[in-house]
Nanobody, 127 residues
Framework: QVQLVESGGGLVQAGGSLRLSCAAS????????MGWFRQAPGKEREFVAA????????AYADSVKGRFTISRDNAKSTVYLQMNSLKPEDTANYYC????????????????????WGQGTQVTVSS
């Protein structure tokens, strides 16, 4: 069982930056691929970014590539999402998720494969 708690959301002007954090409970954090997803009102949940168990590989949605950076600190059981050059269309509730996977160097952008989810943190970007 893994519990995930996101933090760092808030209100920011377009062009600004935010850093989201997701702290995981338990001692097996390095066993999980970690991902960030987001959901805007009236829209389906969408993939944002993912990072492999050892941090060697990352993946991004085209809409955030070059602006967002995912990273992890396995010693702190925490995954981060640095968001720069924010746009109003980035407004959404952001969720982190954990996918238990025996393979290293692998990411996953398919939400249904993730085993655990946080409660989300709201990001609002004003124009």
């Amino acid at each position: 069982q893994v519990q995930l708690v996101e933090s760092g959301g808030g209100l920011v002007q377009a062009g600004g930056s935010l850093r989201l954090s997701c702290a995981a409970s338990g001692r097996t954090f390095s066993s999980y691929i970690m991902g960030w997803f987001r959901q805007a009102p009236g829209k389906e949940r969408e993939f944002v970014a993912a990072i492999s168990r050892d941090g060697s590989r990352t993946a991004y949605a085209d809409s955030v590539k070059g602006r967002f950076t995912i990273s992890r600190d396995n010693a702190k059981s925490t995954v981060y999402l640095q968001m720069n050059s924010l746009k109003p269309e980035d407004t959404a509730n952001y969720y982190c998720a954990a996918n238990r996977d025996a393979r290293t160097g692998v990411t996953n952008d398919y939400a249904k494969l993730y085993d655990y989810w946080g409660q989300g943190t709201q990001v609002t970007v004003s124009s």
